[in-house]
């Protein structure tokens, strides 16, 4: 079946730092990949997607490259902030009419 | 982007008692929306596909005589935890679908049973 599996938190970094959360999935044809972030209380919101091999999504900094040959949607981000402090999900979905299969997720704390 | 709204955001009841929690979409229609249920420090289990005008579609073990789903207009999907017991106390969360790879997730509730 399709799964998503992440690293392991939490993850503590300090302002500034680099930032790579890795994520590799298992799945049947060729899915859309996602990253997800909770803030603390509240819901999931996107962050960045991926439809097809070798795309790279990216939004607040953060970026992804869909790599095929490794099944890999690794999120990074050269320069974390405080406010990037949050769990990260990294997702698929396979097609139309499917749902999605969520990782575990990855809590990251950014310290001053 | 879409907004999703539930209510209450967090809810504490006793055992045995119901508990019904509301999703809405508030700017598009959503012909289906989706329950997931949150443990803490773990990812979201998809719970079941609400979908407008019928049954919802449970997933495998997930109970349907407990957690009933109401999905009777394209905005307003509910979710009703009945005869509610401590081991159901976690964070649940909706969302709805708005094209083929496209969800937007509401805030999420807290229940907590007593």
């Known amino acids: 079946g399709n799964s998503v599996t992440q690293m392991e938190g939490p993850v503590t970094l300090s302002e500034e730092a680099f930032l790579t959360i890795n994520c590799t999935y298992t799945a049947t044809g060729y899915p859309s990949l996602f990253w997800y972030v909770q803030y603390p209380g509240e819901g999931l919101q996107l962050l960045l997607k991926?439809?097809?091999?070798?795309d790279k999504g990216s939004n607040k900094g953060f970026e992804a490259t869909y790599r095929k040959e490794t099944t890999s949607f690794h999120l990074e981000k050269g320069s974390v902030q405080v406010s990037d402090s949050a769990v990260y999900f990294c997702?698929?979905?396979?097609?139309?009419?499917?749902?999605?299969?969520f990782g575990p997720g990855t809590r990251l704390s950014v310290l001053p | 982007g879409a907004v999703v709204s539930q209510h209450p955001s967090w809810v504490i009841c006793k055992s045995g008692t119901s508990v019904k929690i509301e999703c809405r979409s508030l700017?598009?229609?959503?012909?289906?929306m989706f329950w997931y249920r949150q443990f803490p420090k773990q990812s979201l289990m998809l719970m079941a596909t609400s979908n407008e005008g019928s049954k919802a579609t449970y997933e495998q073990g997930v109970e349907k005589d407990k957690f009933l789903i109401n999905h009777a207009s394209l905005t307003l999907s509910t979710l009703t935890v009945t005869s509610a017991h401590p081991e159901d106390s976690s964070f649940y969360i909706c969302?709805?679908?708005?094209?083929?790879?496209?969800?937007?997730f509401g805030p999420g509730t807290r229940l907590t049973v007593l």
């Open positions: 997702a698929l979905i396979r097609g139309r009419g499917q749902n999605f299969v």
């Open positions: 969302s709805a679908r708005t094209g083929v790879d496209t969800q937007y």
């Open positions: 991926a439809t097809k091999a070798d």
């Open positions: 700017d598009f229609q959503a012909t289906t």
